[in-house]
């Protein structure tokens, strides 16, 4: 288990049993709060410690990491511990040893898993039990903890966990059928996970694998991972083998991603381009990219407009966006405007950048004064993609309604204004449109107060990017997240 695992019920976990008993000392519990743990363990050890504060002083050495002195803790005295808390016990030693090394003493603790399915952290107690018994080579009781997983139902972790763990159980006692069904999976989608088990199982594997896998890292900006893996493809890749062009192309990729590397990148790519092996387009865009981000724009603008030529809808989509994106960031809005609009001709209505890109096209139009094709991508925006997000909607409401004003088209423009209201949504432009208005609340009467609606606005958004970009891979990123990091660009425009 990791020891960041549900941390906040981690913490509702222990102070629910350590309160349990009374009152507990509110200097103790300011100190627990405030991460002072060894302060923490000074009041303990100085009072005597009692059945009040035992499992605050687990939770002490839990997160000191003091792993010996949690289990001499725990294991000392069981009448200090009423049997509904059981469970916990059990389950802070079982990690406790884990972490010790001594698995024999883990499975010993895990194995009163079953006990209590009321107890949080029941789920992660049966999967580490399986885990250590795997690794103890007890397959008969791994299999039959397997089988208990399979009766719980689909919304159970154990019950969506079940075909992973019987694959790792199988690898242990049917290697020949795990690895067929492994390279199948493999073949069908790739993932990190069967990627995992067969480089830990069947390595060496075929070049090919370890190219996919390394795409799958790269994804995930696990770039140091991804050349290791590479390396490892590198080792098995002749110069004249055809695979060669896509290691390198890969190798480029990977390079490219990081700060210290890119010119490394771009000496791949000009290599590779001058072979003629590999797509030169696709090249191009990379090395567009490459450029963009060097800040050497005159450069970036030619790979990126040739590589536009492509046939291949991602390298074109690919080139679109950043061509679009570096003039929009250098303000040449005459040029970025048609950008975005072909993007969205290209890509069609549901790419994940569709909505974004009308959006920019409509402000890229709008500052460069060519009104009528603002109002036509505000409209889309409005029409399409605007229900479901109220912020995103009331933004191209306002924009609508600043472009009719500039077509002296006022009546309409009130419509749009009187929608943004409609909506309901206390966001920025909600207060924008009643200081329009005249109708001004008490709490944003000054520009002041609608500037701290903004920071706030864009505090709140960084917040929910800067969480999504640690979350696991699997998880997809929702089209509002994607909203969410557009709207937190719109503050570089005007106040209007």
Same mark, same amino acid.
């Not at 504060?53 to 997160?63: N, P």
């Not at 069981?78 to 916990?88: I, K």
């Given at each position: ?12 976990a222990?102070y629910?049993?350590g309160? %349990? $008993?009374?009152e @507990?000392?509110?200097n103790?519990?300011?100190l =627990?709060?405030?991460?002072? *743990? /060894?302060?923490?363990?000074?009041i ?8 009040k ?11 000191k990491?003091?792993h010996?002195k949690?289990?001499?803790l ?18 802070l030693?079982g990690?406790?040893y884990g972490?010790?090394?001594?698995k024999?003493?883990s499975?010993?603790?895990y194995s ?11 789920e992660?107690?049966?999967?580490a039990?399986f885990?250590y018994?795997?690794?103890e080579k007890?397959y008969n009781?791994?299999d039959?903890v ?22 790792e %159980? $199988?690898?242990k @006692? ?6 067929? =069904?492994?390279?199948?999976? *493999? /073949?069908?989608?790739?993932?990190k996970?069967?990627y995992?088990?067969l ?12 190219l ?20 490892k493809?590198e ?11 896509e290691?390198s ?6 390079w490219?991603a990081?700060?210290?590397k890119?010119?490394k990148a ?10 003629g ?8 865009v990379a090395?567009?990219q ?19 030529q492509s046939?291949d809808?991602?390298?074109?989509k690919t080139a679109?966006?950043?061509?679009a994106e570096?003039?929009r ?8 405007a048609?950008?975005?609009a072909?993007?969205w001709n ?7 950048l ?5 959006l920019w096209a409509g ?7 060519v ?21 995103f ?7 609508k309604a600043?472009?009719?004003?500039r ?12 929608s ?9 432009y ?6 329009f ?7 944003y009467?000054?520009v002041?107060?609608?500037e ?11 917040s929910?990017i800067?969480?999504?970009?640690f979350?696991e891979?699997?998880?997809?990123e929702?089209n509002?997240?994607k909203?969410?990091r557009?709207?937190s660009?719109?503050?570089i425009l005007d106040w209007g």
């Open positions: 288990m990791k020891a960041s695992k549900g941390l906040m019920l981690l913490m509702l222990f629910a049993v309160f %349990l $008993f009374g @507990t000392n509110s103790l519990r300011e =627990i709060i405030r991460q002072k *743990f /060894d302060d923490a363990i000074g303990i050890k100085n009072t005597g410690g009692n059945e504060t035992l499992w605050q002083l687990a939770y002490c050495y839990f997160k990491g003091e010996s949690l289990i001499d725990l294991e000392k005295d069981n009448s200090r511990v009423p049997d509904e808390l059981l469970p916990y016990k059990y389950w030693l990690y406790a972490k010790k090394g001594n024999i003493k499975i010993d603790a009163f898993w079953m006990s209590d399915t009321t107890f949080p952290f029941f992660d107690c049966g999967l039990y885990d018994l795997v690794e007890r009781q791994a039959s397997l089988k208990i997983f399979q009766k719980f139902g689909l919304a159970s972790r154990l019950k969506r966990s079940a075909p992973i763990k019987e694959l %159980l $199988f690898v @006692t049917k290697p020949d059928t795990a690895k067929k =069904i492994l390279l199948s999976l *493999f /073949d069908k989608k790739p993932a996970w069967v995992q088990l480089e830990a199982n069947f390595s060496p594997l075929k070049p090919e694998y370890y996919s896998a390394a795409y799958l890292y790269y994804r995930s900006k696990q770039f140091a991972i991804a050349e290791n893996i590479l390396h493809c080792k098995r890749v002749k110069g004249s083998s055809p695979l060669w062009a290691l192309y890969a190798k480029a990729l990977v490219g990081q700060i210290s890119r010119h771009i000496k791949e790519l000009e290599k590779l381009l001058k072979s092996l590999y797509d030169s387009l696709k090249c191009r090395l567009g490459i450029y963009r981000s060097l800040g050497e724009r005159d450069k970036a603008i030619l790979e990126l407009s040739e590589a536009m046939n809808l991602a390298t074109k679109i966006w950043n061509l570096l003039y960031q250098s303000s040449m809005w005459d040029k970025c048609p950008l975005f072909q993007y290209v890509a069609g209505r549901d790419d994940e569709a909505d974004n890109a009308v402000l890229s139009y709008y500052l460069a004064g009104y009528d094709s603002a109002l036509t991508y505000f409209s889309t925006i409005i029409d399409q993609y605007g229900r479901g997000y109220e912020a909607e009331q933004t191209a409401l306002w924009w600043k472009t009719l004003m077509l002296e088209r006022y009546n309409e423009a009130y419509c749009a204004l009187d943004i209201l409609s909506i309901g949504a206390r966001n920025y909600f207060y924008r449109t009643k200081m208005y005249g109708l001004f609340d008490s709490s009467t000054k002041e107060g609608l701290r609606l903004w920071k706030r606005t864009i505090q709140k958004i960084d929910l800067f969480s999504q970009r979350s891979e699997e998880l997809i929702n509002n997240l909203r969410a557009f709207f660009e719109m503050g």
